[in-house]
């Protein structure tokens, strides 16, 4: 018996040390989504010829495009944002030559609503896609649409390792809206800005630069000083506490938060006087049709779309004359779920449900009883004592 206890011993700490190494290895092989600013200049669009002012325009451009559909759609703020973050981690692998980029954007919002429990149709994504892009703009798409999507997921989930589950700076925000006190109206109004500055901020790649805890803070700090709302006291504070956001993330200079927040005010800049990029990258050979014979992988397309005229580019939006009580122009038009930013606790989370979740349909009113006893039977009085002899019938009085 104490030899076969010690071999159950020795093989279970074998199977131990071998999960831990399983383990390590899949921690090892999980892909790193957070690159400096060096790497971001050295995309495959880049080795591909394009510039990067260009590229961080149809990066926005694809991001608000995904932005747009989704809120055309009542998708929720966390499927449009993770079909975002899709966009940008494909075109960290891939080129906008060899990938249109409202073709991608169109791909991670159908992947990001099945990831969230949002599903849409894709036949849905492309018939929305279809009223808001141009006819020069839809050509991309090929002539079977649906096709071009279906088989461009694979290349996708390829790309992404499978790696589907994101987390944003919302949950971040009100996380640490919870534990700051102050007045109550303009902590709300705070949070309120820094809402809409996360949103604002998927069109940047701040997603792929640092994680969303550091976004939430930034952009919380941001809001904090337009909103002329500052900090004085926080739920949890210590001595080692010596500003606000240290509670939440550490080591976070001030040199970082103004640099995020500059990227962010990059994106509400007067345009330039110089001339406006073209409207597409600068593609020479004939667009292939995506097929499941040449998306095996990411990297076995090599037949682009033609070179489009170009057009008038979009008006880009001013800057803000002064500080008001909303200092920029937001690109998704979305604010924050409504709740209770209480200095110390909320109620709930963020109430962002449809309408008849909050207001249920009227249901048919119940009449009044009919007066009189009930009856003994569904269908009706029961029989007479007369048709049953040795029944007793209960008579009510």
């Known amino acids: 018996m104490l030899i076969r206890n010690l071999q159950r011993i020795r093989e279970g700490g074998y199977l131990r040390r071998e999960l831990a190494q399983n383990v390590q290895s899949a921690v090892v092989t999980m892909p790193g989504w957070y690159y400096d600013k060096k790497e971001l200049r050295n995309t495959p669009s880049a080795t591909a010829g394009l510039d990067y002012k ?30 975002v973050v899709y ?29 969230e429990e949002t599903p849409k149709k894709c036949k849905d994504i492309i018939k929305i896609a279809r009223t808001l892009l141009p006819d020069h703009k839809f050509t991309t798409f090929g002539c079977d649409p649906k096709e071009e999507v279906m088989t461009l997921e694979r290349i996708l989930l390829q790309t992404i390792k499978f790696d589907l589950q994101v987390e944003h700076p919302y949950q971040f925000l009100l996380k640490n809206a919870k534990c700051l006190k102050g007045d109550k109206a303009k902590l709300q109004k705070m ?3 820094a809402w809409t500055f996360v949103n604002d901020s998927l069109c940047t790649t701040l997603c792929l630069q640092w994680e969303p805890e550091i976004i939430a803070v930034a952009l919380m700090y941001l809001a904090g000083k337009l909103s002329k709302f500052e900090v004085m006291d926080w739920v949890g504070r210590s001595a080692k506490h010596l500003r ?13 938060l103004e ?3 500059h990227q962010v005010l990059d994106l509400y800049s007067q345009p330039g006087a110089a001339k406006s990029p073209p409207e597409s990258p600068p593609l020479s050979a004939e667009k292939a049709p995506i097929s499941p014979k040449n998306a095996a992988n990411g990297n076995e397309r090599t037949q682009v779309s033609p070179e489009l005229p170009p057009v008038p580019a979009l008006p880009r939006l001013p800057p803000p004359a002064d500080v008001p009580q909303y200092p920029y ?21 963020p109430s962002v449900f449809p309408p008849y979740l909050n207001n249920p349909p009227p ?10 006893p009930p009856p003994y039977f569904g269908n009706g009085l029961p029989p007479s004592q007369s048709q049953h002899p040795r029944r007793q019938c209960f008579q009510p009085s």
């Open 54 to 83: 260009t590229e961080m325009r149809y990066r926005k451009e694809g991001a608000r495009f995904i932005i747009d559909t989704g809120m055309k759609m009542d998708l929720g703020y966390n499927t449009t944002a993770t079909g």
């Open 87 to 115: 966009f940008h981690r494909f075109y960290m692998f891939h080129s906008f030559q060899q990938f249109p980029r409202y073709v991608t954007a169109c791909c991670c919002l159908f992947l990001a609503g099945k990831v």
């Open 191 to 193: 949070v309120q800005m």
């Open 244 to 256: 606000w956001w240290d509670m939440f993330v550490e080591d976070v200079t001030m040199d970082l």
């Open 259 to 261: 640099d995020i927040c």
């Open 329 to 349: 122009q937001t690109f998704t038009h979305s604010p924050p779920p409504l709740a209770s930013y209480a200095p110390v606790s909320f109620l709930a989370p």
């Open 363 to 372: 249901f048919p009113a119940v009449g009044p009883h009919p007066p009189g």
